[in-house]
């Protein structure tokens, strides 16, 4: 088989989630598109980043990861927390980055939540029924029991470290003043039943510090899991955006 034409899309999870997310939206793609899907340390039974927690801590791995990787084109995909360490990563232009998709991100800014459900969040590890709650909050359409077992799962075996680590600070970080900095196409794909955040968040807290032409594409009837809740929907987003990538 020949190599592909497409950039590698390297796959960054959400916050308590692991590289298992990811499935749907690669098998919707297909093989003709590379991609590859770590888990971020901390979760899905990884290693802490040999940095700590905080998002260039991470953004540091995952730029280890591509090195290791050889990567001489890629995407980033960062879907929630991922999407703030895409963005950090981002804005150090790094060789071979090709653009960054961005799904439901967590803001370049901090993350609009009250301090209320940072406790009660916080006061939820590692416990079933909160996680069993947490998964009815962050998906919007009907999901199978496979599916459902792994988010819940990936849920409880986060390590408390980078659990607390981005509740109390990944989380609340701002890295907006560097978005000046991004300079490859971006996109944003959101879910407008998400319980987490809503498009507007997006819209006000992310999109104005992106360049200029970045889309805000909205998937109706899903949430904020939208690897979960709308793999063919992000699939073909995803592939479009790919189709426009300069060729570099």
């Known amino acids: 088989m020949a190599p592909s034409s497409h950039p590698t899309l390297v796959y960054l999870h959400y916050w308590a989630g692991s590289s298992h997310a990811w499935q749907g939206v690669a098998a919707a793609l297909g093989p003709e598109y590379p991609s590859l899907a770590p888990d971020l340390g901390g979760f899905g039974g990884s290693p802490a980043p040999a940095g700590g927690y905080s998002v260039d801590a991470y953004a540091d791995s995952v730029a280890a990861y591509i090195k290791d990787k050889q990567l001489t084109r890629y995407v980033l995909v960062g879907h929630s927390m991922g999407g703030k360490i895409a963005l950090a990563l981002a804005a150090r232009q790094p060789t071979g980055l090709a653009g960054v998709a961005l799904l439901s991100p967590s803001p ?11 406790q009660d969040s916080l006061k939820a590890y590692g416990k079933p029924a909160e996680a069993e709650k947490t998964f009815h909050t962050i998906t919007a359409r009907p999901q199978s029991p496979t599916n459902k077992e792994l988010i819940i799962q990936d849920n409880l075996r986060s390590s408390k470290g980078a659990w607390d680590a981005w509740l109390l600070h990944g989380s609340r970080e701002n890295i907006a003043a560097r978005m000046c900095d991004v300079q490859v196409p971006c996109a944003i794909i959101a879910g407008d039943q998400d319980q987490i955040m809503s498009p507007s968040v ?21 949430g904020h899991l939208l690897p979960y809740d709308a793999p063919a929907e992000v ?14």
Request: hydrophobic share 35%; net charge negative; charged share 25%.
């Open 202 to 222: 997006h819209g006000l807290e992310t999109l104005p510090l992106l360049p200029d032409d970045t889309p805000l594409e909205i998937i109706g009837g899903a």
């Open 235 to 248: 699939a073909d987003l995803l592939s479009d955006f790919v189709s426009r990538l300069p060729l570099r």
């Open 108 to 118: 370049p800014t901090a993350e609009p939540m009250t301090e209320q459900d940072r």
